[in-house]
């Protein structure tokens, strides 16, 4: 059974840094991409972006200036780094195993098959 | 405002059945891209209800099943039962967007 857990600090101040790390068991991150996506208080889901196991990255435009996904294969790994952090990005943040569509040889998108249970982190000063 | 429309709640009874929309545009469903959907229930882990429009992963039982007609998908859920109160969001790809995983906005499901 393949299991995602998400661990970083739940506090970051302002301007700052948010790094979060995923723990993939179960499966590798070798195999597969590793996506992230968040949730703000009351509000819907947020892709954030993904790094596929070749190391290429795709980003969600209204945050690929701050963001930057990495995987460490030694460590079956990945993680997300968010730049300049406002209160705006206070929400949870879910690892998830991603996977593309293929059908008869046309690419139809990306979902996320396993999350991980999710990592508040709160924007405060 | 997100990319994909659903409706904000819907409710059924118990052993009823319901049905959530997800609507589309000609750059990400409509386009042909395949629909997903997950259920978020509170303090658990997101799950995947189903994928490629009409495809129910391992362990998700029959009561759910999904469709795809042009830019719109449905999930559809009969013999409602009290755990399947949750929130409910359909994702699809956008290809007017650099490419982006999109999501719709969440529906929640209320079994009265």
């Known amino acids: 059974q393949v299991q995602l857990q998400e661990s970083g600090p739940g506090l970051v101040k302002p301007s700052e840094t948010l790094s979060l790390t995923c723990t993939v068991s179960?499966?590798?991150?070798?195999?597969?991409?590793c996506g992230w996506i968040r949730q703000s208080p009351g509000k819907g889901l947020e892709w954030i972006g993904y790094?596929?196991?070749?190391?290429?990255?795709n980003y969600n435009p209204s945050l690929e200036s701050r963001v930057t996904m990495s995987v460490d294969r030694s460590k079956n790994q990945c993680s997300l780094n968010l730049r300049s952090v406002t209160a705006a990005d206070t929400a949870v943040y879910y690892c998830?195993?991603?996977?593309?569509?293929?059908?008869?040889?046309?690419?139809?998108?990306?979902?996320?098959?396993?999350w991980g249970q999710g990592n508040l982190v709160t924007v405060s000063s | 405002q997100s990319a994909l429309t659903q409706p904000p709640s819907v409710s059924g009874a118990p052993g009823q059945k319901v049905t959530i929309s997800c609507t589309g545009t000609t750059s990400n469903i409509g386009a042909g891209y395949d629909v997903h959907w997950y259920q978020l229930l509170p303090g658990a882990t997101p799950k995947l209800l189903i994928f490629g429009n009409n495809n129910r992963p391992s362990g998700v039982p029959d009561r759910f099943s999904g469709s795809k007609s042009g830019a719109s998908a449905s999930l559809a859920i009969t013999g409602l039962q009290a755990e399947d109160e949750a929130d409910y969001y359909c994702q699809s790809y956008d290809n007017s967007l650099s490419g982006s995983m999109i999501f719709g906005g969440g529906t929640t499901l209320t079994v009265l």
């Open positions: 998830a195993r991603g996977l593309d569509r293929v059908v008869v040889n046309k690419w139809k998108g990306h979902y996320c098959d396993y």
């Open positions: 179960g499966g590798s991150v070798s195999t597969y991409s």
């Open positions: 790094i596929y196991n070749t190391g290429s990255t």
